[in-house]
Nanobody, 126 residues
Framework: QVQLVESGGGLVQAGGSLRLSCAAP????????VSWYRRAPGKEREFVVG????????EYSDSVQGRFTISRDNAKNTVFLQMSNLKPEDTGIYYC???????????????????WGRGTQVTVSS
């Protein structure tokens, strides 16, 4: 089973920044879409942002639009999530997920993803 690996989480004050990475060392396909999800304490997992395999289609949730930026380096099989102007409500476990079958698109439903990481904790203090 292919496992994605997230890194870069941590504790930051409100207004600060973090950069998350999602590596896919075991994924042999180079054409896959990636999305980030997060689960806040006591809440369900929610879509944050997604990028298709070429990087020319990106979708952000309304809550992070203008503050978060997703990018990818296909040569390194890695996707990045730059998070700026962080707010306490951004606190949660952040997961990345990969989708090979519909790599040309961004699928917001978590059910559309084949591969997942174990998550990285992001905590934003007020």
């Amino acid at each position: 089973q292919v496992q994605l690996v997230e890194s870069g989480g941590g504790l930051v004050q409100a207004g600060g920044s973090l950069r998350l990475s999602c590596a896919a060392p075991g994924l042999t396909s180079r054409t896959y879409a990636v999305s980030w999800y997060r689960r806040a304490p006591g809440k369900e997992r929610e879509f944050v942002v997604g990028i298709n395999w070429s990087g020319n289609t990106i979708e952000y949730s309304d809550s992070v639009q203008g503050r978060f930026t997703i990018s990818r380096d296909n040569a390194k099989n890695t996707v990045f999530l730059q998070m700026s102007n962080l707010k306490p409500e951004d606190t949660g476990i952040y997961y990345c997920a990969a989708n090979v079958l519909t790599a040309r698109y961004v699928v917001r439903s978590s059910g559309g993803y084949d591969y997942w990481g174990r998550g990285t904790q992001v905590t934003v203090s007020s």
